[in-house]
């Protein structure tokens, strides 16, 4: 790394709308492509970090366009250090609030500032945090699934090595849900990790119904069976499950995750990136993980995520649900199930063949 420290020189966000491979269903309707921020942050010193956010809808795209490049602007010519960045957006949005598109964009930002400083120093990230890039644990994420039409799907996961299988419930009722994960685990076989996904589609008492019910079929947990701001709901849940509760990926920054663990909301938690405060962020609450015992998972963002596991001591799962592959020039490789980070910084490049393809006309 050079004596002096680099500096914001320049920030392009763009959107992409990106096709994925398999249409994510869930309780509340079905995601078709990947609503995607592209984000770089020039230096002075010619280095670009680069990090995506997903947008969720197309309609929010545009905004959070717009929310970065402002956000960028008025951090042109500060020294790329992320804590030091971190505190000056959190007095800039204090009175606004973190939640939202805000909390996005700054994530996004931050994820790009570190990605600038493990190229300044040629290193994967994982390695300038301390640790070493590793092959992490993944599980391949479904949406709702038809054990029949999505056999040789599922089939292809078992071939690419992966030992766990994330599929989606709530659409429908219970005995629906009892049938899908009865044929999905016949399917697997006992000794693949399957786990179910509610996305808060149920209050509390229809949650520990459906639950008592799953139960014979061995889940690895259920993820989100409430809203999740409804951190009693999930408490009470959990405190009769026969199943471990999975949350956390709609859990902003490192004081919601602090406020959900004294609230015994979960067994295990799962930042997402994006809400999480970034990098920045996510260490923060790996260190609350390491406090309260709790087994600590990623949402979305693999590339990322696999360096932040490495150096996370109560790492469990890393979620593959690959968004960005179509745009990306090196995307992740599965070997035997395992992701492992890959540098300088978080790895990132752009195939801007196909960014420009996918860009929104």
Do not use: C
């Not at 995750?257 to 962020?281: H, N, R």
């Not at 360096?307 to 799962?317: D, E, N, S």
Request: aromatic residues 6%; charged residues 20%; negative net charge.
């Amino acid at each position: 790394m050079s004596a002096a420290p680099p500096t914001l020189r320049s920030v392009t966000a763009r959107a992409v709308d990106v096709p994925i491979s398999r249409p994510v269903k869930n309780a509340f309707g079905v995601i078709r492509s990947a609503p995607l921020v592209l984000i770089d942050v020039e230096t002075d010193q010619g280095i670009t970090g680069r990090s995506y956010i997903f947008g969720y809808a197309r309609l929010a795209l545009k905004p959070l366009v717009d929310l970065i490049g402002e956000i960028g602007a008025d951090l042109t010519g500060k020294t790329i250090a992320p804590f030091d960045l971190m505190a000056a957006m959190d007095a800039k949005f204090r009175l606004l609030g973190w939640q939202g598109l805000v909390g996005m964009a700054v994530s996004g930002l931050d994820m790009a500032f570190w990605d600038i400083l493990g190229r300044a120093a040629g290193q994967p990230l994982a390695t300038l945090l301390g640790g070493s890039p590793r092959p992490i644990r993944a599980y391949d994420s479904y949406g709702a699934v038809d054990p029949i039409a999505d056999e040789r799907d599922l089939r292809r996961s078992l071939d690419q090595g992966f030992r766990g299988i994330k599929i989606k419930g709530g659409d429908g009722d219970l005995a629906k849900d009892e049938r899908v994960v009865r044929e999905v685990r016949a399917l697997l076989g006992p000794d693949i990790a399957l786990m179910l996904d509610f996305n808060q589609s149920l209050d509390a008492s229809e949650a520990s119904r459906r639950i008592d019910r799953l139960a014979a079929y061995d889940l690895h947990w259920i993820e989100e069976p409430v809203a999740a701001e409804n951190l009693q709901g999930h408490a009470e849940v959990r405190a009769t499950s026969p199943i471990s509760i999975q949350s956390g990926e709609n859990w902003w920054f490192p004081r919601g995750f602090a406020e959900a663990i004294a609230a015994g909301a979960s067994d295990f938690i799962m930042p997402d990136l994006m809400k999480v405060g970034g990098v920045t962020g996510w260490l923060r609450v790996a260190g609350q993980a390491e406090a309260a015992s709790i087994p600590m998972s990623s949402h979305l963002f693999a590339e990322a995520s696999s360096h932040l596991l490495a150096v996370t001591p109560t790492a469990h799962w890393l979620e593959v649900l690959d968004l960005a592959r179509a745009v990306l020039a090196e995307p992740i490789e599965i070997v035997d199930g395992t992701v492992t980070a890959r540098g300088p910084g978080l790895g990132l490049s752009w195939d801007e063949a196909a960014v420009a393809k996918y860009s929104p006309r």
